[in-house]
């Protein structure tokens, strides 16, 4: 019989999860306590952005999202072979825009440690910029064109991958309510129950909760230090094309889709688990908008959300077993790219759960990197 593999939390890490456990062999359940990709996978403008968002120096953490990125056209048709359904892939490039000299170190400094990573990167400077743009505002000094980049429609992959993971025999059990474990390790293996969906009993647990991952500290009597960082971002209605690159600045970026949409995302603000959209946060999006497409000037937005990026002490995520207990893998803390980093994180957990021990490349996302000896959990 197939080793039985529940995993608790259906965003997009979860599901990323459970379609690599159903491709190994396992009988997958997914509890998830609302919608699928209700949270933050739903919400995130899912822009495969490695180098971009990396700016610093070629970390470990800049490789994960490297390889990931990598991994994305053959993990997308893999899925897309079982869903039946294409994820709209958008090799659109990116543009980092510095409109200020002081802007431009900064830019080229990246553009020179990133060179040797397969960015394909260059600075694009006056009329050659305006060509390939030809919204951006003239004060725009430049920008990094960065081919390698891409992005997603979300909302569109979560649902492809809910998809694939039904026909290949997960049981879904969405809109579970809330979970209670309170005989997590029971003789029968690993138990959890749901107010709606009944009791559940599996071998092995992987913990894709996003930010509510630290809601199981207490039942693993172990830290999770992830914590909620809301995101705002807002919608334009623009031709698609319009904007033809992702566009990013020190402020705002915007991403153009093929629904019409032009999403300009994102503020970032603690506001505990607190999902409500404010002035405040839209606004600076909508005020910055014309200073790089100026063709925004006046626009409204024709929409507005916000979602909880989870978030770790230092930015990276938490992906590995909890320490002495191998059947609990835990996968959260994704904060800026769980988006990109969905096919790395599911390769790594494949390898986890079938008890190979974690790769080199995942060493640095240990879960117990931050555990002190003051851990009073329990
Ligand atoms: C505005 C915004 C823009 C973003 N843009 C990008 C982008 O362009 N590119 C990119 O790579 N990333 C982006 N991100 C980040 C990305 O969305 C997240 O890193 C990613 O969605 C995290 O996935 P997840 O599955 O861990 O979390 P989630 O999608 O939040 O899923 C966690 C799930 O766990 C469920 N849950 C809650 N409580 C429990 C419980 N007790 N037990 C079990 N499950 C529970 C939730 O209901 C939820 O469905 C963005 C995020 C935001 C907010």
Not at 61 to 77: E, G, N
Not at 236 to 244: A, H, L
Request: glycine share 12%.
């Amino acid at each position: 019989m197939a080793e039985r593999v529940i995993v608790l939390g259906g965003g997009i890490i979860g599901l990323s999860c459970a379609f690599e456990a159903l491709r190994l062999g396992y009988d997958v359940t997914v509890i998830e306590p609302e919608a699928f990709g209700g949270q933050a996978s739903g919400a995130a403008a899912g822009m495969l952005a490695p180098f971009t968002e990396n700016p610093e120096q070629p970390d470990p953490f800049f490789r994960l999202c490297l390889d990931s990125l990598h991994l994305y056209p053959s993990w997308l048709a893999d899925i897309e072979a079982v869903s039946g359904t294409r994820a709209d892939l958008l090799q659109t490039g990116s543009l980092t825009v510095a409109l200020h000299e002081a802007d431009l170190l900064p830019l080229q400094t990246r553009l020179a440690w990133q060179k040797p990573f397969g960015a394909g990167a260059e600075l694009i400077e006056g009329e050659r910029l305006r060509r390939m743009e030809p919204q951006l505002a003239a004060s725009a000094l430049a920008a990094i064109y960065t081919p390698a980049e891409s992005h997603v429609y979300a909302p569109a992959l979560v649902a492809e991958l809910a998809a694939a993971c039904r026909k290949l025999g997960a049981r879904m059990a969405d809109h579970a309510g809330g979970i209670q474990a309170p005989d997590l390790f029971s003789a029968q293996g690993i138990r959890l129950e749901t107010a709606n969906r009944g009791t559940f009993d599996g071998d092995k647990l992987v913990v894709c909760a996003g930010a509510w991952a630290g809601r199981y500290a207490a039942a693993f009597g172990f830290p999770i230090p992830v914590h909620p960082i809301r995101g705002q971002i807002c919608s334009f209605d623009v031709p698609f094309g319009e904007v033809k690159h992702m566009v990013f600045s020190s402020q705002a970026y915007w991403v153009g889709k093929r629904n019409g949409t032009l999403v300009c995302g994102a503020s970032e603000d603690v506001a505990g688990f607190d999902r409500t959209v404010t002035e405040r946060g839209i606004d600076r999006l909508v005020r910055w908008g014309p200073r790089l497409l100026p063709f925004l000037g006046g626009r409204e937005p024709i929409d507005r959300w916000a979602g909880l990026r989870p978030a770790t002490r230092d930015g990276w995520p938490l992906i590995g077993p909890i320490p002495g207990r191998e059947d609990v893998i835990l996968a959260a803390g994704h904060y800026r790219n769980g988006i990109l980093l969905s096919p790395a994180t599911a390769a790594l957990v494949g390898r986890m759960l079938a008890g190979s021990s974690p790769a080199e490349a995942a060493r640095p996302f240990a879960p117990d990197r931050f555990a002190v000896a003051t851990w009073r959990g329990r």
